[in-house]
């Protein structure tokens, strides 16, 4: 597009006059993949063309890494007979997209914002995720990296522990009595 990074920032995190910003209209299903595209391709300059959507959707959800030490804790846990419940403010292209990487198959369950028109934080968002996993919140551990989005679990009653680090997370599991072996 030609514009600072920080321009195109604006374009996707930028507040507009109703207070709300593009992204999150997107990540919570306010408005769909297609408008979101034709809004932010129109915001750079761009014209919405095959080949603009195609770098578009690679630029936009090629910003995942598998994180191997938890992808094998998760599989262990899931074959001891552990229910795996995603609770995610993702967006409709990149939970497609996680999904052909193979994410969403570590999981039970997936709760996706754009599917349940919901953002983290957000209680209602938990008490779903619950409700999908079908276990009550003092047997649920809820495990973010965003430190805002573990009040509503916990007000719950929900476990909760922040990832900054895989040790930090084994730490917490075995705190639990979880059997890591």
């Not at 321009?7 to 930028?14: D, I, N, R, S, T």
């Not at 306010?30 to 034709?38: H, L, S």
């Not at 095959?50 to 992808?71: G, H, M, S, Y």
């Not at 599917?115 to 003092?138: H, I, N, T, Y």
């Amino acid at each position: 597009s030609g514009l600072a990074p920080e321009q195109v920032k604006q374009a996707l995190f930028g507040f507009e006059p109703d207070g709300s910003y593009l992204c999150a209209r997107y990540s919570s299903g306010q408005i769909g993949t297609p408008r979101f595209r034709r809004e932010f391709l129109g915001r750079l300059g761009l014209k919405d063309s095959l080949l603009a959507r195609r770098k578009f959707e690679k630029d936009f959800c090629d910003v995942f890494a598998f994180n191997w030490p938890v992808v094998g804790l998760w599989q262990s846990l899931r074959r001891s007979g552990a229910t795996l419940t995603a609770v995610t403010n993702v967006e409709e292209i990149r939970y497609h997209w996680l999904c052909r990487m193979g994410v969403m198959d570590l999981f039970d369950h997936a709760l996706a914002s754009f599917s349940e028109r919901l953002l983290k934080p957000s209680e209602e968002f938990m008490v779903r995720a619950l409700d999908r996993s079908g276990c009550a919140a003092e047997e649920a551990v809820f495990i973010d990296d965003v430190p805002a989005y573990l009040e509503p679990a916990a007000k719950l009653g929900i476990k909760t522990h922040c990832y900054t680090g895989f040790e930090g997370l084994l730490e917490f599991l075995a705190g639990l009595g979880v059997d890591l072996s």
